[in-house]
């Protein structure tokens, strides 16, 4: 049974812990400016998960006209496979409705869990782009989900 989260837009002290996460979880991560930058710009949508109050997730997408494409995203690793990836990008999507087409990411080629994920919420593969991501190298999986 999934868990309830809650999935709100980050207060400052909420974006300070997401990009602890971010460091936590990636060998080349976004800094705390970065998310700052996000919550102050139209073109971004920035949402936390929480659990009991403690943020314990997030996902940052950049929007340019009608596309909107996932910049990154990261649950603690003591709240994965439980459902608070899944709430984020649902909470996304019903966000990006109305102002966009569709919704694009790229994913490690051994992510086997994310790509399940993304596929169950409707994303489907649209190509590849070979040595997108380093330490280690590896190809990226291009998957959009198409919204109109």
Request: charged share 25%; proline share 4%; aromatic share 10%.
């Amino acid at each position: 049974m999934a868990e309830k989260f809650s999935i709100v837009v980050p207060t400052p002290e909420d974006t300070k812990i997401a990009a602890l996460l971010e460091a936590e979880s990636f060998p080349h991560p976004w800094r705390e400016e970065d998310f700052v930058s996000q919550t102050k710009n139209d073109n971004f949508l920035f949402l936390v998960a929480k659990a009991q109050e403690a943020v314990i997730g997030y996902i940052s997408i950049s929007i340019v006209l009608n596309e909107a494409s996932i910049n990154t995203i990261a649950i603690d690793k003591n709240y994965r496979r439980k459902g608070a990836a899944r709430a984020l990008i649902k909470h996304a999507l019903t966000a990006l409705d109305s102002r966009c087409d569709f919704l694009t990411l790229e994913v490690r080629e051994s992510n086997l869990a994310a790509i399940s994920l993304y596929s169950s919420l409707g994303f489907e593969e649209v190509g590849k782009r070979p040595r997108f991501y380093r330490d280690p190298d590896e190809t990226a999986i291009l998957m959009t989900k198409f919204l109109k």
